[in-house]
T-cell receptor
Framework: SQLAEENPWALSVHEGESVTVNCSYKTSITALQWYRQKSGEGPAQLILIRSNEREKRNGRLRATLDTSSQSSSLSITATRCEDTAVYFCAKNNYAQGLTFGLGTRVSVFP | DPKIIQKPKYLVAVTGSEKILICEQYLGHNAMYWYRQSAKKPLEFMFSYSYQKLMDNQTASSRFQPQSSKKNHLDLQITALKPDDSATYFC???????????????FGEGSRLIVV
């Protein structure tokens, strides 16, 4: 079963604008992670937010977590062309490491 | 410098053949994983190893066999290749495995396999 789903499927913004990707999950978590995958590369972690945290920041990135609605969001401010990538949320799944959603493709245009 | 090395980066194989995907990590991690990524599908977990021992296997087919000759190696042998095996295979590692409280996974760049 898919334990994490991002929405929307794809987003396009112009450089300098902000963009937000949402994620919903269906089982309890101890932590939720956001990963970014650029074309031709493996995923790379952006933010890890634990279940007792409501917000976490990393530079231009801000993640929120709402355990009551089982949802999370990742916002990117002042976007740059190099932010173009697929963004995944992922939950820890014990021996399996992480379970990923389908991802949201974010395209940033000049 | 890449800390997780996967070889080959690209591979074309004939149906029915056998291939080995190589993965070495230089992060000093104790857990290693294989994931598979196909078009329009999420990253799918395949195997996880911790201290060179199998932790979990979610691959239905025995044609996929992980091989761990050293602590920092986890190769993936695929036999009797089929066109449906075409995908990008990612190796990953984490400091420790088997915890549910926030393991960060570090991924290699992937091995893209095309079976014709």
């Amino acid at each position: 079963s898919q334990l994490a789903e991002e929405n929307p499927w794809a987003l396009s913004v112009h450089e300098g604008e902000s963009v937000t990707v949402n994620c919903s999950y269906k089982t309890s978590i101890t932590a939720l992670q956001w990963y970014r995958q650029k074309s031709g590369e493996g995923p790379a972690q952006l933010i890890l937010i634990r279940s007792n945290e409501r917000e976490k920041r990393n530079g231009r990135l801000r993640a929120t977590l709402d355990t009551s609605s089982q949802s999370s969001s990742l916002s990117i401010t002042a976007t740059r062309c190099e932010d173009t990538a697929v963004y995944f949320c992922a939950k820890n799944n014990y021996a399996q490491g992480l379970t990923f959603g389908l991802g949201t493709r974010v395209s940033v245009f000049p | 410098d890449p800390k997780i090395i996967q070889k080959p980066k690209y591979l074309v194989a004939v149906t029915g053949s056998e291939k080995i995907l190589i993965c070495e990590q230089y992060l000093g991690h104790n857990a290693m994983y294989w994931y598979r990524q196909s078009a329009k599908k999420p990253l799918e977990f395949m195997f996880s190893y911790s201290y060179q021992k199998l932790m979990d296997n979610q691959t239905a087919s025995s044609r996929f066999q992980p091989q761990s000759s050293k602590k920092n190696h986890l190769d993936l042998q695929i036999t009797a290749l089929k066109p449906d095996d075409s995908a990008t295979y990612f190796c990953a590692s984490s400091q420790e495995g088997g915890r549910n409280s926030g393991n960060t996974l570090y991924f290699g760049e992937g091995s893209r396999l095309i079976v014709v």
